[in-house]
Antibody, heavy 122, light 111 residues
Framework: QVQIQQWGAGLLKPSETLSLTCTVHGGSFSRYFWAWIRQSPGKGLEWIGE???????KYNPSIKSGVTVSIDTSKSQVSLRLTSVTVADTALYFCAREQLGCSGGSCYLDYWGQGSLVTVAS | QSVLTQPPSVSGAPGQRVTISCTGS?????????VHWYQHLPGNAPKLLIYSDTNRPSGVSDRFSGSKSGTSASLVVTGLQADDEADYYCQSYDESLRGGVFGGGTKLTVL
């Protein structure tokens, strides 16, 4: 069984940098793409970006620049970094595994972390 | 505003059947891209419920079913149970936006 454990973030001030990490337990980490998704207050889900074990990334063109997804295959970890955050970046952030053999946002997400709440306020 | 449109809420009594719609456009669902559905209980990890329009992952109750037609998709829940009360989201791919898109979510209330 695959388990995704997330940690990081909390309360940030505008212009600070958001950093989140998830560790994957179980499954074949290097066979999949790993995605970050967020849920802003009162809004639906938004796909942020993805990465595979080779470091190949793709990001949502609708999201501003400053987003970086990185991977550490030796630790089965995926990280999200978002610079110069604003109040609009306040959200619950999820790390999730994408469908095997798929990438680019059309994939289903079969395992999710529990979410990390990030609040941006001055 | 989400690219895929879902009703904010639906409700039904225990044992009843409810349908949650997910309306897109010719650049996503109407283009034939797969639709996936998730169940989310706040505080928990979202759960994949239906993938590729109509398929249930192992372990998901057959009370949940999905369908797609034209620019819309639907999730049907039959035999409503109290623990079905959750938020439900649809997901697809949008060609114009070149990325994955989600619906705004539907809160299912079991009366």
């Amino acid at each position: 069984q695959v388990q995704i454990q997330q940690w990081g973030a909390g309360l940030l001030k505008p212009s600070e940098t958001l950093s989140l990490t998830c560790t994957v337990h179980g499954g074949s980490f290097s066979r999949y793409f790993w995605a970050w998704i967020r849920q802003s207050p009162g809004k639906g889900l938004e796909w942020i970006g993805e990465i595979n074990h080779l470091g190949s990334t793709k990001y949502n063109p609708s999201i501003k620049s400053g987003v970086t997804v990185s991977i550490d295959t030796s630790k089965s970890q995926v990280s999200l970094r978002l610079t110069s955050v604003t109040v609009a970046d306040t959200a619950l952030y999820f790390c999730a595994r994408e469908q095997l053999g798929c990438s680019g946002g059309s994939c289903y997400l079969d395992y999710w972390g529990q979410g990390s709440l990030v609040t941006v306020a001055s | 505003q989400s690219v895929l449109t879902q009703p904010p809420s639906v409700s039904g009594a225990p044992g009843q059947r409810v349908t949650i719609s997910c309306t897109g456009s010719s650049s996503n669902i109407g283009r034939g891209y797969d639709v996936h559905w998730y169940q989310h209980l706040p505080g928990n990890a979202p759960k994949l419920l239906i993938y590729s329009d109509t398929n249930r992952p192992s372990g998901v109750s057959d009370r949940f079913s999905g369908s797609k037609s034209g620019t819309s998709a639907s999730l049907v829940v039959t035999g409503l149970q109290a623990d079905d009360e959750a938020d439900y989201y649809c997901q697809s791919y949008d060609e114009s936006l070149r990325g994955g898109v989600f619906g705004g979510g539907t809160k299912l209330t079991v009366l």
